[in-house]
């Protein structure tokens, strides 16, 4: 436990550290404004448009943020041999690679509350009420990050930044759309297609469970258990992609 | 179990030699048999980098680890450390094997081109290793004042490592190697980017630790420096250990012999001396001749003497450490590139 914290403290620093965080931040914070500013054009949906795009604000900053951030961490310890000075100390490989997810899902929090800050004041500017749906959207959405930096480490123990970054994206496509895919298979496909269709729909993460967005602008009640069901959820898929990361990262070698 | 524990961290506290604890492992390091093939990227082929190399180095002894560049002696320290695997024989470490968590808390290592986090200060990338070697509080922070000042990086502390010197680098990267206090000391190419004051520096730290007993495994180019501290050195050629020897018998090796130096030589004065001398070298002028016994010192200078020649200097001859490894690596029987590319077996077992 201490060298798990040790290592997701230090990948904290170094991750509030880049740039890139900053700039997505930055992005997402021009983002949510633009959008104080353009809702007058919407009569009657002001404050509709406003958590909207600020919501979408979030889980699109949310999703860059660990796939740019997430994807490069391991890759550049590996590169730069930065990796030497931890592996040769009392560390097992499954801490460092816990140890790194935590970290970075420590620097999705710290973008997430900001943006959510910066949501709650844009939302009290136009006098606009707060639902709890929209705070338990934001809380999905940061799960829905948390998955993805899970699959993001998956990837980044043994493949290079650039396919990390592309394999996730296609993950979250696909993952956005699983459920869809289902419903396809179930009303157009065959016994043979329904059965890969199936599999494909419980390999990939589904994603839509922690969409909450449409409940949260309209003022749609939302089930606690749906947001109970998606946190567990989460924490599985998570624990599976990790336990996976570290089948591979125990053997490999650092040449 | 409690009662061992607790002696052997007075022991440490004494700096006494480790190797007289009832119950503590005689070998500090012991590697033995160690295989180790590479693959490149895009072939099936591999090559045999390690050819069944076995070491071992003692508690309180300090080993030098020698051969040419890309001869195995990065690849045999990252075996050491489980970087990498071994594809046979063994490697154990305080009597456990490689990777156990109780012995890797006991090594201390410094990469041969160490990168650290540049988005850190020194006292950050100190404490982070400090932590990951289970430390923490004032033990922890009155450890990274000891090892800052010991390497002489107390004004750069609050400092970015982005923005040190290589040389700077190189000092912080001893700091985090000491800092947890460990037995063993792993150090691939210490005195590497360093100016003749951090050589010294670096020296000095090593002088200490070895008085205090800890185990040294060092790895460097610099054979004066590596003559000075180790009392064993071993000697690595195309993944084999072609010698181990104590620095002790190797001074032995050239004892009784001495080299005399003399002007004015001619060729035809070998003719009256030459059983008493073992080897002769010429550069212009002068000459220098080993004799090779004590007592044909006096006839080979009478006789310099006598055909005009002009003695310069008599001094007792010792093999040093760098005649050792010019003449093991120079040895025949090293493969050509074709043999080696011979040697490269095709990988057909999954």
Not at chain 1, 133 to 157: G, K, P
Not at chain 1, 218 to 233: C, E, W
Not at chain 2, 183 to 190: A, C, N, Q
Not at chain 2, 266 to 272: N, Q, S, Y
Request: hydrophobic residues 45%; charged residues 20%; positive net charge.
């Amino acid at each position: 436990m201490h060298t798990i914290v040790a290592v997701a403290l230090n990948t904290f620093r170094e991750s509030v550290r880049e740039k890139i965080l900053a700039i997505a931040l930055l992005f997402g914070v021009i983002l949510m404004g633009s959008s104080v500013f353009l809702s007058p054009l919407a009569v009657g949906a002001k404050q509709k448009i406003v958590m909207d795009v600020a919501l979408a604000a979030i889980s699109i900053i949310g999703v860059l943020v660990a796939v740019l951030l997430g994807g490069t961490l391991v890759h550049k310890e590996v590169d730069r041999k930065a990796i030497y000075l931890v592996l040769t100390r009392p560390v097992g490989r499954p801490a460092y690679l816990v140890g790194k997810l935590a970290g970075v899902v420590a620097a999705v929090v710290l973008v997430f509350a900001v943006m959510t800050g910066v949501m709650v004041a844009a939302i009290a500017l136009g006098a606009g009420g707060l639902r709890p749906a929209v705070f338990a959207s934001v809380y999905l959405s940061l799960l829905e990050t948390t998955v993805l930096c899970s699959i993001v480490m998956l990837f980044s123990t043994f493949t290079t930044p650039v396919l990390t970054t592309f394999f996730t994206l296609c993950l979250f496509a696909a993952g956005s759309l699983s459920g869809d895919l289902k419903v396809f298979a179930s009303k157009f496909g065959g016994a043979g297609m329904k059965i890969v269709t199936e599999l494909f729909y419980y390999l990939l993460p589904n994603l839509k469970v922690f969409n909450l967005r449409h409940e949260a602008v309209h003022g749609l009640p939302f089930r606690a258990a749906d947001v109970l069901l998606a946190t567990l959820y989460a924490a599985v898929y998570s624990a599976v992609m990790i336990y996976f990361a570290c089948l591979i990262f125990k053997r490999r070698e650092f040449r | 179990m409690g009662r061992r524990l607790s002696r052997h961290r007075r022991v440490r506290r004494r700096g006494a030699v480790l190797i007289h604890m009832r119950g503590f492992a005689m070998y500090v390091l012991r590697v033995v048999g160690v295989k180790k093939y590479f693959r490149s990227d895009m072939s099936l082929a591999r090559r045999e980098v390690l050819h069944g190399l076995s070491l071992h180095a003692q508690a309180g002894e300090v080993l030098g680890f020698l051969g040419p560049n890309g001869a195995g002696k990065t690849t045999t320290i990252k075996v050491i450390l489980g970087l990498i695997r071994a594809d046979s024989g063994s490697v154990t470490l305080f009597d456990r094997p490689v990777g156990d968590e109780r012995s890797m808390a006991r090594v201390g290592y410094l990469p041969e081109t160490p990168y650290f986090y540049p988005h850190l200060s020194l006292g950050e990338f100190l404490g982070f290793c400090g932590a990951l070697s289970g430390m923490g509080g004032a033990q922890l922070r009155e450890r990274i004042d000891a090892v800052v000042e010991t390497v002489d990086l107390s004004a750069h502390r609050d400092k970015r490592l982005k923005t040190f010197s290589k040389g700077m680098l190189q000092r912080a990267g001893l700091a985090q190697a000491i800092l947890h206090d460990p037995d063993l000391l792993i150090l691939d190419e210490p005195f590497s980017g360093l100016d003749p004051i951090g050589r010294k520096m670096v020296r000095d730290v090593l002088v200490d630790l070895k008085k205090r007993g800890k185990t040294i495994f060092l790895s460097s180019h610099i054979l004066p420096d590596m003559e000075s501290l180790c009392d064993r050195v071993c000697i690595i050629r195309e993944g084999v250990i072609v010698k181990c020897i104590g620095l002790d018998d190797l001074r032995k090796l050239g004892e009784g012999r001495v080299e005399v130096t003399a002007r004015r030589w001619r060729p035809d004065m070998l003719g009256g001396i030459r059983g008493y001398v073992e080897s002769k070298r010429e550069t212009g002028e002068e000459v220098f001749l080993v004799v090779r016994e004590q007592r044909f010192v006096r006839p080979v200078i009478e006789h310099l003497y006598d055909n005009g020649a002009e003695v310069l200097e008599v001094a007792n001859e010792h093999c040093s450490l760098e005649d050792l490894f010019i003449q093991e690596i120079s040895r025949p029987g090293a493969r050509t590139k074709e043999e080696k590319k011979e040697e490269t077996h095709v990988f057909t077992g999954f």
